[in-house]
């Protein structure tokens, strides 16, 4: 490679000896506006280059920093999520002691009360749920019952269907069919 290098060299400078003054000027013009153009070229490419990377930087910063600021709502949601959970495993109530503990203490005669399990989608939880039907019964007496229900400790009760119908021969008085689910780790 090095011989054919040399040669290419000997063999322009012998053809620039030849040359005439005028052609010489010539050439080391078109030589300079050449090297002047390829400076030019090379430094507009490594200012473009240089700025495509300070933009690549700072779009990675921002990313950085949408992270971080997510990172805080993460663990946050995760302790939330750790919270709930213990909330499920340690539930150890008996839906059907609560309801009618709750019921006899607000005078409420429960006819039948039908209970059913399934399981929560992908989940380690089972729903219990419990069906009750309520026949002639106040709305102040009703709110107290459901309100004691949905404040039992730890929270894991609730209403999850609740159909109220006025009756014709008492206008003030309730017909009531409500289901009252909890959760708990299987």
Known sequence: MAKVMGAFIDSMSIRFERMTEREKKLVTILGMAFFVFALGSGSLWFYTSLTE????????RLRLGEILS??????????KQEAEEKRFRSNDISLFSLIQANATRYGLILNDLNERKEPVGESRLMQTDVIINLKEISIDRLTAFIVSLEETEGGVIKITRLKIKTRYDKSDMLDVQMTVSTWKTV
């Open 53 to 60: 990377k300070k933009m690549q930087l700072e779009s990675t």
């Open 70 to 79: 997510l990172k805080g709502q993460y663990q946050e949601a995760k302790q």
